[in-house]
């Protein structure tokens, strides 16, 4: 299979191949929801700066975007010798919470078999959905999905993006200092831009991290910093 095949509509969208070494596993194929428009430009990144450039070193890495397959991200990591994967995580989620309402209206009354309290809905969605080896990405663009999950799924989606990245891997997220009015999907122009995508909503943000539970979050990692623009987006770098 080539590396990337074209879908029709808008985003771009691609099929990504088999990781190596797990076999028969395949990265969530999965598309943004529409339709989207993208505004003229982009937004000047301190993160992805310093993201790409601690990324420089590395001739044959392997990335995760956790957003929408967009095909100027996935151009501009390959370009720089990465294999790029992705999983719309927020996307993902969506259609679990949907299918698991349905699965507990159908429950007959008193049936307890199945748990369905935050917790127990965040363990059954990342043991089926967000599976990958350990070790497998040296990268993960996080974007702003953080903000837009539940308080239970927050630290075991932190905690298994930690599992997932080698030694010296990174992780660029976003954070909003206060509660957007516009949902966006975010994708790369060039090393030190990206575009902020309009889109139909997925979630709203019900929290605001301060940035001493963003640190928190990120305990295990050897090296944070964090950038805040004027837009009240706080981009936030985090070396393993």
């Known amino acids: 299979m080539a590396l990337f095949q074209k879908l029709r509509g808008t985003p771009d969208r691609a099929l990504s191949p088999q990781i190596g070494g797990a076999a028969g596993m395949r990265v969530a194929q999965v598309a943004a929801p529409g339709p989207v428009t993208a505004p003229r430009g982009g937004r000047q990144s301190n993160g992805l700066k310093d993201f790409v450039g601690?990324?420089?070193d590395l001739?044959?890495?392997s990335l995760l975007d956790l957003g929408p397959v967009w095909q100027t991200t996935v151009t501009f990591f390959i370009e720089r010798g990465f294999?790029?994967?992705t999983d719309d995580l927020l996307f993902s989620w969506k259609d679990f919470l949907r299918a698991d309402e349905e699965r507990f209206r159908a429950l007959a009354l008193g049936d307890q078999t199945v748990e369905f309290s935050p917790p127990a809905?965040?363990?059954?969605?990342l043991s089926s959905t967000f599976q990958y080896p350990?070790?497998?990405?040296?990268?993960?663009?996080a974007w702003d999905l953080l903000d837009y999950l539940d308080p239970a799924m927050v630290s075991r989606v932190v905690g298994r993006l930690t599992d997932l990245l080698r030694p010296g891997g990174a992780i660029l997220a976003l954070f909003h200092s206060r509660r957007p009015e516009t949902f966006y999907r975010y994708r790369v122009l060039d090393q030190q831009n990206f575009e902020m995508v309009f889109s139909p909503p997925l979630f709203t943000v019900d929290r605001v991290f301060q940035n001493r539970e963003?640190?928190?979050?990120?305990?295990?990692f050897h090296s944070s910093k964090t950038f805040v623009g004027r837009d009240q987006i706080r981009e936030g770098l985090f070396l393993k």
Do not use: C, P, Q
């Open 134 to 141: 350990e070790h497998t990405f040296d990268a993960v663009l």
């Open 83 to 85: 294999k790029v994967y």
């Open 59 to 61: 001739s044959h890495g």
């Open 54 to 56: 601690h990324l420089g």
């Open 121 to 125: 809905r965040a363990e059954r969605f």
């Open 214 to 220: 963003i640190l928190n979050l990120f305990s295990r």
